[in-house]
């Protein structure tokens, strides 16, 4: 059964610790528009979590620019990490 926390805890902290790779995922207003996926590798090195409620990315883009353009006309924007050693886990920052 899923959770819902108001804020990253320790078990998010350590759990995003972890990951070498993250996923982003924005769509635009219209509904014509498409929703853009993108996986992201070197967690470690692209990904920050500043406080409990505010988190950091490098945006590196590769196929164009989806996800700051729909961050900007929306403010909208999940990050989801996998957990796949120890007990498998997705957790999703929105």
Known sequence: MGQHWQAINPFARKLI???????????????DGHVNLSPK??????????????VAFLDLTGSGVETIAHVRENGRITFMFCNFEDSPCILRLW
Request: charged share 15%; no cysteine; proline share 3%.
């Open 41 to 54: 590798g070197h967690a470690a090195e692209t990904f920050a979590i500043i406080n409990d409620n505010r």
């Open 17 to 31: 610790s972890k990951q070498h790779l993250f996923f982003i995922a924005t769509a635009p207003l219209s509904s």
